[in-house]
């Protein structure tokens, strides 16, 4: 049974001010305060709703960290070695070559423990390249870009964290039964990922 309309209102409401709040954050402070970021608040948005799709489990962070931030190094590595197949086999092979290498590299990961929340390293593989490429950071190497790019991810890790942790406070205040805490996309995402809690 999932909550009522009545008792999952607040919970959409404090989603609501979260997300508010991080595009003050990405499109006011950071861009004002740290030189030459522009508001990339898409890119919170990204690890924030990974962070439920893969069962919002503290227990699961560290996945969701190296997933994070490998499909980052990923996305440098891939500009880095992509200069270097292009002078072996030219043009138009060398980047589906290099994409190639990546994504082989990064599903082969799924046959680990720590490192295989592959969803994770292919939104932030195609997010890095959206950052670098859509001049979210003018001026900065493609390694500061990547610097950038993975403190707006890790930003939203922690959007998802408190999200989920003041969602069940404020279930725990309102004296919703666990049982009615659900709704039809965590009795699904419990059902898809439930073999990988």
Same mark, same amino acid.
């Given at each position: 049974m999932q909550p009522s309309f009545n008792?999952?209102? *607040?919970?959409?409401?404090?989603i609501g001010v979260l997300a508010g709040f991080s595009v003050w954050l990405t499109v006011g402070w950071l861009s004002v305060n740290i030189a030459g970021w522009l508001g990339a608040v898409w890119a919170l948005f990204i690890s924030w709703g990974l962070y439920f799709a893969g069962g919002a489990k503290l227990s699961r962070l560290h996945k969701y960290f190296f997933g994070l931030t490998g499909g980052i190094v990923f996305g440098w590595l891939t500009l880095l070695v992509y200069g270097w197949i292009l002078a072996y086999v030219g043009d138009p092979w060398a980047l589906p070559l290099t994409v190639f290498l990546a994504a082989t590299s990064i599903v082969l990961l799924e046959l680990t423990d720590w490192f295989e929340y592959a969803p994770a390293y292919f939104l932030t593989y195609a997010?890095?390249?959206?950052?670098?490429?859509?001049? @979210?950071? *003018?001026?900065?190497?493609?390694?500061?870009?990547? !610097?950038?790019?993975? !403190?707006?991810?890790? !930003?939203?890790?922690? @959007?998802?964290?408190?999200?989920?942790?003041v969602k069940d406070k404020m279930f725990d205040w309102m004296r919703v039964p666990k049982s009615q805490r659900q709704?039809? @996309?965590d009795r699904e995402n419990r059902g898809m990922y439930g073999l990988m809690q």
């Open positions: 008792k999952w209102l *607040p919970i959409a409401l404090m997010g890095y390249f959206a950052f670098v490429f859509g001049n @979210f950071a *003018p001026g900065a190497t493609v390694e500061m870009a990547a !610097i950038y790019f993975w !403190i707006l991810i890790m !930003i939203g890790v922690g @959007f998802g964290i408190v999200s989920a942790v709704t039809v @996309f």
